[in-house]
């Protein structure tokens, strides 16, 4: 028998203020036409003066323990992505677990920027699977609106804040692609690509956390490219077809890349979960979003093929292919 990581239950949260292209506008020289045509995004959410990273995550910890049924001090292993953390340190999955009650559970960050949710995935993955622990919470959580520049429209009209995650349980199957759980997760990374999109900021640099510094011409290039083929590797792995797929889940960063990606791969626009317009670019938290959405409203179904794909700064990227 093969140990496969199955989604128990899910949860998201977004904070209650809404920041929309037409607010935007009269703080940077943009106007909605301009945003929606370049990224497809109509709206974000911005987290309230005090309202930290860790608030965020532990409302969605919440949501996704109640649809799973269980107990924060059920959970073994909380694993959080996050590239804007409370603190320099301690890990803010350590703020998420004193306040869930998972005394019992280790808890740490992963920093892996917009990848940074199917990071977290592979890791508590890995962790179940060698039988280091029986649950896992897996989050990713923002809060970009902090490192934002308000003056670069090129990069402030981007992002938004949010936070998501999924209850995962080890089962016992027969190891084949019809079995429900995590199939598999594929992870890249090129340092060499550095310059492209950073924040220029940090505790050994300057001391302080900087802002989002971003070529998105070149981004845009690699990404598509990257993408499609972390994709089809997942693909490949688990033999699968374009057919198979019920659900493309991907990174929401914007609708520009959303599109190309998805019609490289020939994967039709009504099997792809798109929460772009609302949420804008929530980076390690866009994908749990998604995720969390497409599940509630029951589009999302026991048994469905989901294939999620980021790529984030660093650069990083990564798939997981999953059977819900």
């Not at 889940?249 to 190309?260: F, G, T």
Request: some cysteine; aromatic content about 6%; proline content about 2%.
């Amino acid at each position: 028998m093969v140990v496969r990581s199955v989604v128990q239950g899910w949860g998201a949260y977004l904070p209650e203020k809404i920041l929309t292209n037409d607010d935007l506008s009269k703080i940077v020289d943009t106007t909605d036409a301009w945003i929606t045509e370049r990224t497809g995004i109509r709206q974000r959410h911005v987290a309230a003066e005090g309202e930290m990273t860790s608030d965020l995550a532990t409302h969605a910890a919440r949501r996704a323990l109640e649809r799973a049924g269980i107990r924060g001090d059920e959970i073994d292993i909380i694993v959080l992505g996050t590239a804007t953390p409370d603190e320099t340190f301690p890990a803010t999955a350590t703020r998420v677990q004193e306040r869930i009650g998972a005394d019992r559970a280790w808890a740490f960050d992963v920093q892996a920027a917009c990848s940074g949710f199917i990071y977290a995935l592979s890791v508590a993955d890995n962790f179940l699977r060698l039988g280091q622990g029986k649950t896992a919470l897996v989050l990713g959580a923002e809060t970009f609106s902090r490192i934002l520049d308000w003056t670069d429209r090129a990069t402030c009209v981007l992002f938004g804040d949010g936070a998501g995650g999924v209850v995962l349980r080890a089962e016992e199957g027969m190891g084949t692609s019809a079995d429900r759980g995590l199939l598999s997760t594929h992870l890249h990374s090129d340092g060499r690509q550095h310059d492209l999109l950073y924040a220029d900021g940090g505790p050994s640099l300057n001391q302080v956390a900087g802002v989002v510094r971003m070529q998105g011409r070149e981004v845009y290039r690699h990404a598509v490219s990257k993408l499609s083929a972390v994709i089809d590797e997942a693909m490949v792995g688990n033999n699968f077809t374009v057919e198979d797929v019920d659900w493309l889940v991907p990174h929401q960063a914007n609708k520009r890349i959303l599109d190309s990606t998805r019609k490289k791969l020939g994967i039709p626009p009504e099997k792809m979960v798109v929460t772009v317009d609302r949420h804008a670019n929530t980076s390690a938290a866009s994908i749990p979003l998604a995720l969390s959405e497409a599940a509630s409203d029951c589009r999302i179904k026991r048994g469905d093929l989901v294939l999620m794909e980021a790529m984030g700064a660093g650069f990083t990227w990564a798939s997981a292919a999953l059977r819900w």
